[in-house]
């Protein structure tokens, strides 16, 4: 789950402008970042979306790329737009071309608690790409996370 920090606020000052930039975005580094790692976007959602992969790996690795290319994006082009992403593994219902269960609730809470610019991923994320990638990642703590029954480590 990826979403443009201050969305509202870039709006406010320049609409044509971010919309047209969040349009670059998504065909220019997101699309093919995903595509690449076999992922799939599953829907766009105004100022974010929501992305499927099959290996934890996968996500991992577009969600760093991601984040990368909009680093470097953000320096070249003087303007700054962050996304924060949130990346969980759990178990999906698929209803047509829609995806549905806890596991993305999860995530869309997880994506709310990343720095701008960051990854805040689950614990569950963590344990399956332990080793795989060569990543420094940074303990958090347990959280409540709104509407999630159990708390989750991130």
Known sequence: ???????????????DGTLRALKEHRVEVFAPSIAEHNGRIVKLMGDGLLAEFPSAVYAMSAAIEIQRAMATRNSAEG?????????HL???????????????????RLE??????GICLS????????GKLDLELT?????????IDEPIRI
């Open 90 to 108: 759990g178990d999906v219902a698929v209803d047509e071309d829609d995806i549905l269960e806890v596991a993305i609730s999860v995530a869309a």
């Open 123 to 130: 614990d569950h994320m963590r344990a399956q790409i332990a």
């Open 139 to 147: 303990d958090g703590e347990q959280a409540a996370l709104k509407n």
């Open 1 to 15: 789950m990826a979403d443009v920090v201050g969305y509202s606020h870039l709006i406010g000052v320049d609409e």
């Open 79 to 87: 303007g700054r737009i962050d996304y924060r992403i949130g990346v």
């Open 112 to 117: 709310a608690e990343a720095a701008p610019g």
